[in-house]
T-cell receptor, first 116, second 113 residues
């Protein structure tokens, strides 16, 4: 059981480049989300999805795009990378409320992004 | 506006000592309070969680104390071990809404020999 798989683990970009961080889960979780982790800032929610075809913005959505075409996959797109997007990105998933294990987020191992 | 405030930012404890991390929240609609543990290079993982209808929950050396009237909760790690060295995040959620956890800013714990 792989859980939540994120790729790539490391990436260096130049300002203005675009890229996609991949996230896949094999637990049939309805809820998927992306967080960024910065020193002293904790984990901040970027975007989230409660099911295929449904996405919504979190706390810090600017500069990022998401889509959810399948239950398993939730890619995060950086449209035009900026140095302020240098961070560690985590994908996390869970069941929705009302189901056993709801509200317990399972995190991926993270993707470290550096924008020069 | 930070809805969950966590302190201290970092903590150094000797082996065998008690580690205490505190969190305070503002939104009275929060009804589930988990703690996540994160080792370097890994994603956070659920450690222990509590609902506001109890004042304390214990799992092994880890205890959550909850004070609903003060809107505060804390994590106590008894007999702290070097293997407990990690970053700890408190979090809160209103389970009546979509699963959007609000995290504290994290506490980096170092347990020395």
């Amino acid at each position: 059981n792989a859980g939540v798989t994120q790729t790539p683990k490391f990436q260096v970009l130049k300002t203005g480049q675009s890229m996609t961080l991949q996230c896949a889960q094999d637990m049939n979780h309805e809820y998927m989300s992306w967080y960024r982790q910065d020193p002293g800032m904790g984990l901040r929610l970027i975007h989230y999805s409660v099911g295929a075809g449904i996405t919504d913005q979190g706390e810090v959505p600017n500069g990022y795009n998401v889509s959810r075409s399948t239950t398993e996959d939730f890619p995060l797109r950086l449209l035009s990378a900026a140095p302020s997007q240098t961070s560690v990105y985590f994908c996390a998933s869970s069941y929705l409320r009302g189901r056993s294990g709801a509200n317990v987020l399972t995190f991926g191992a993270g993707s470290r992004l550096t924008v020069l | 506006q930070q809805q969950v405030k966590q302190s201290p930012q970092s903590l150094i404890v000797q082996k065998g000592g008690i580690s205490i991390i505190n969190c305070a929240y503002e939104n009275t609609a929060f009804d589930y309070f988990p703690w996540y543990q994160q080792f370097p290079g890994k994603g956070p993982a659920l450690l222990i969680a509590i609902r506001p209808d109890v004042s304390e929950k214990k799992e092994g050396r880890f205890t959550i104390s909850f004070n609903k009237s003060a809107k505060q909760f804390s994590l106590h790690i008894m007999d702290s071990q070097p293997g407990d060295s990690a970053t700890y995040f408190c979090a809160a959620i209103n389970t009546g809404t979509a699963s959007k956890l609000t995290f504290g800013t994290g506490t980096r714990l170092q347990v020395t020999l």
